[in-house]
């Protein structure tokens, strides 16, 4: 289990940005991919991005029609998602994760997770 805390969040306007990140707090990180997933209210858990630790290859769902990218800085042991040109469909609690697939489209594979970050988008 690693621990993951996720940071960024907050109330923006339809068309706004932001980064998320999602801090590492252990000394050391040994899992293949980190995962980026969402959830809005009455909806089920939605994968977004994930990135492969050393290699920094990447997988994105189609929904996201690039507006999302998401990065990695191995040496602080922290995941980015920048988000652009937010939308009131956007809004929702966005949770990190790490484990050991690139492809974890509905969460298999990844061991940890954080307690995510609340992203409010208004039109």
């Known amino acids: 289990h690693v621990d993951l805390v996720e940071s960024g969040g907050g109330s923006v306007q339809v068309g706004d940005s932001l980064r998320l990140t999602c801090t590492i707090r252990e000394h050391t990180f040994s899992e293949y991919a980190m995962a980026w997933f969402r959830q809005a209210p009455g909806k089920e858990r939605e994968f977004l991005a994930a990135?492969?630790?050393?290699?920094?290859?990447?997988y994105y769902a189609d929904s996201l029609q690039g507006r999302f990218t998401i990065s990695r800085d191995k040496p602080k042991l922290v995941l980015y998602l920048q988000m652009n040109d937010l939308k009131p469909d956007d809004t929702a609690v966005y949770t990190c994760?790490?484990?050991?697939?690139?492809?974890?489209?509905?969460?298999?594979?990844?061991?940890?997770w954080g307690k995510g970050t609340p992203v409010t988008v208004s039109s």
């Open positions: 990135i492969s630790w050393l290699g920094a290859m990447t």
């Open positions: 994760a790490a484990g050991t697939t690139l492809y974890p489209d509905d969460g298999y594979g990844m061991n940890s």
